[in-house]
């Protein structure tokens, strides 16, 4: 294990790893949403085989302890300060210090980023103590891990924020950091772990659930078909950062599968908090999720082919639009998945469920519910492009609860983009009108 003192870089990980699947299939009869075309019978489970995108499992490595635990400091002159840092494998943590404090950092009392640095995620809890003798009138400092998935973080998330209170009080006592990471891999490990921690951890709790789709509303399937259409999207806003990267993590479980519906695997491309030393990364990249306090990615147009800022997505491409429609159907589904969650997540609180006799959370639902419509369109595209004539009428959108005029051009691309031989209805627009 290396430890230095410093002077002067696929749902899910943030989730519980539980399999919550079953009983689902009966939970989306009874609410009557979201049922699988009965013309294409012939679609079988075999179709995320075929047409997913690799991921990253949160599994893969879940009971390897984090690799890094780092403190950085925010010196008025010399900018963000790696201050101390230990790691299990010796590796160079230089550049982690920019994941610490996002812009706009000092307005707020604490806040937490999940990042990517290289191969593994990260998460930094910061503090600010307010000092009218500083020339910033306030000092910052951060506390970081680094591990090979998100659920070794965020279920240590409370200590890290321990950890940053105690550096105000005592800045250069890094001795009950480094003594808390040690144990992380030894046999008192299970002891290192609070229940507090553990259920802290996990903040995607029904009120965040519910707060994202309110503040998103029908808007929500417009990012849905960006993400299903594998597309690059930035959501920019000021502080607080944890709110930001909540909205990355439901963004990318918007394209989950059923055979990842407890949200059990994120993409490599989610990439959580970007900050401006990731703007020549992220150029290149073909897709991504992601997050910025940096108002200048706003003006940065190659950078994104979607962008969200408080709530409203802004789409530069003309064909993009077209086939990111908001359309009313769209617009009637959210009503039926907004009622859903807000019905059924209510028995998480009173802790039984009026079929299964078990809870039903928020995130579940959430999760559920887009990977039965995924099911739905791939397996309706799939089943056209492998059997009969390879078309789809009018009525086949319809049964799944698509708009059969509007959801062309999405439906067009999706079957495109996974090499499905389908044709479609001529498209005809309602004069005057692009969202009928």
């Not at 101390?84 to 950092?105: C, H, I, Q, Y």
């Not at 062309?408 to 969202?435: N, Y």
Request: some cysteine; charged content about 25%.
């Amino acid at each position: 294990m290396s430890h230095n003192t410093h002077g002067d870089s696929d749902l899910s990980p943030l989730l519980s790893s539980e399999d919550s699947s079953s009983g689902n299939d009966a939970l989306r009869q009874r609410r009557g949403i979201l049922q699988r075309p009965k013309d294409f019978a012939l679609a079988t489970r075999s179709i995320n085989q075929s047409i997913s995108r690799p991921h990253l499992s949160v599994r893969d490595g879940s009971s390897q302890p984090p690799v890094a635990i780092f403190a950085v400091n925010f010196d008025a002159k010399k900018g963000n300060v790696l201050e101390w840092s230990a790691t299990r494998n010796g590796m160079d943590l230089v550049g982690v210090e920019f994941k610490a404090f996002p812009s706009g950092a000092h307005t707020i009392p604490s806040d937490f980023t999940i990042f990517k640095f290289r191969e593994y995620f990260g998460i930094a809890c910061f503090e600010t103590v307010m000092d009218v003798a500083s020339s910033r009138g306030a000092h910052l400092k951060s506390v970081g891990l680094l591990a090979n998935n998100l659920n070794q973080l965020t279920r240590n998330r409370t200590s890290l924020t321990k950890f940053v209170r105690q550096l105000h009080e005592q800045p250069d006592n890094f001795h009950n950091m480094e003594k808390w990471f040690d144990a992380l891999s030894s046999s008192d490990a299970p002891d290192s772990l609070s229940p507090s921690d553990m259920t802290q951890g996990d903040f995607l709790d029904r009120n965040v659930v519910l707060a994202f789709m309110r503040r998103m509303e029908a808007r929500l399937f417009v990012l849905w078909k960006l993400m299903m259409l594998r597309k690059r999207v930035l959501f920019v806003s000021g502080p607080p950062v944890q709110t930001l990267c909540t909205n990355v993590l439901l963004c990318a479980l918007l394209d989950s599968t059923e055979d990842n519906r407890d949200g059990s695997s994120l993409k490599p491309s989610t990439l959580f908090f970007v900050d401006l030393h990731d703007m020549d990364a992220i150029k290149l990249a073909e897709t991504y999720n992601a997050c910025s306090t940096e108002k200048i990615f706003e003006t940065k147009q190659e950078l994104f082919d979607a962008l969200v800022v408080d709530g409203d997505i802004r789409i530069p491409s003309r064909i993009l639009q077209e086939q990111c429609l908001l359309t009313a159907a769209d617009r009637r589904r959210f009503v039926d998945y907004m009622e859903t969650v807000v019905t059924e997540s209510k028995n998480e609180e009173i802790g039984c469920d009026s079929v299964h006799g078990v809870p039903e959370d928020a995130r579940t639902l959430f999760v559920d519910a887009f990977a039965s419509l995924n099911y739905s369109v791939l397996s309706c595209l799939r089943a056209a492009s492998s059997f009969g004539e390879g078309k789809i009428t009018a009525e086949d959108i319809s049964a799944l609860s698509l708009d059969a005029t509007s959801d062309i051009p999405f439906l067009s691309a999706l079957a495109e983009l996974h090499g499905f031989r389908v044709e479609f209805p001529p498209v005809v627009w309602c004069p005057g009108c692009r969202c009928c």
